[in-house]
């Protein structure tokens, strides 16, 4: 079966600063690789995904994501984080012949200080 | 587009009773999933359906049980309700098999 890890429970950025959260995968093949994020009190929105093709991925506000298929990873950038990132971010693989199960980490909380 | 909404967005009940959740998925979108969101057990999925059949299933007692309407709106019922079902029900909606999207969730308070 497939497994999701975001090694990272809670992280503390500044303004301005880099952020990297941690996401890594396990499963026999390559699967379909999401980020969503979502503010409390709210349902989850896709930032990227990755099924196929360029490694690297853009998404939306900013973000981006490398997939390592020798590391099993597929860890999330942003360059330079705004006081409204401040959320909780979730990697999910789907594997492409399970329809649309998609199996969640236990998200990562982001904090951004002034 | 219209996102997916799900209705109500909060629900009260007590213990025994039973309680349904609805979903209304994206204009076209034919496949509908439900997760259950507990700040215990993070998101686990409970099943998708997809053209009016239940295409797959997570790891649920029966008391959840949920079904498919001709214009692809969804609907979850949750039986006998215990206190561990208070829960954020998310369902998520895409065209086949591919990018989901998510409503804003059902708040469910089990008393």
């Not at chain 1, 998404?59 to 959320?87: C, M, T, Y």
């Not at chain 2, 086949?96 to 059902?106: A, I, L």
Request: with cysteine; charged share 15%; hydrophobic share 30%.
């Amino acid at each position: 079966a497939q497994s999701v890890t975001q090694p990272d429970i809670h992280i503390t950025v500044s303004e301005g600063a880099s952020l990297e959260l941690r996401c890594n995968y396990s499963y026999g093949a390559t699967p379909y690789l999401f980020w969503y994020v979502q503010s409390p009190g709210q349902g989850l929105q896709l930032l990227l995904k990755y099924f196929s093709g360029d490694t690297l991925v853009q998404g939306i506000k900013g973000f981006e994501a490398e997939f390592k298929r020798s590391q099993s990873s597929f860890n999330l950038r942003k360059p330079s984080v705004h006081w409204s990132d401040a959320a909780e971010y979730f990697c999910a693989v789907g594997p492409p012949a399970a329809g649309n199960k998609l199996t969640f980490g236990g998200g990562t909380r982001v904090l951004v200080k002034p | 587009k219209a996102g997916v909404t799900q209705t109500p967005r909060y629900l009260i009940k007590t213990r025994g009773q039973q309680v349904t959740l609805s979903c209304s998925p994206i204009s076209g979108h034919r496949s509908v999933s439900w997760y259950q969101q507990t700040p215990g057990q993070g998101l686990q999925f409970l099943f998708e359906y997809f053209s009016e059949t239940q295409r797959n299933k997570g790891n649920f007692p029966g008391r959840f049980s949920g079904r498919q309407f001709s214009n692809s709106r969804s609907e979850m019922n949750v039986s006998t309700l215990e206190l561990g079902d208070s829960a954020l029900y998310l369902c998520a909606s895409s065209f086949t098999t591919d990018t989901q999207y998510f409503g804003p969730g059902t708040r469910l308070t089990v008393l």
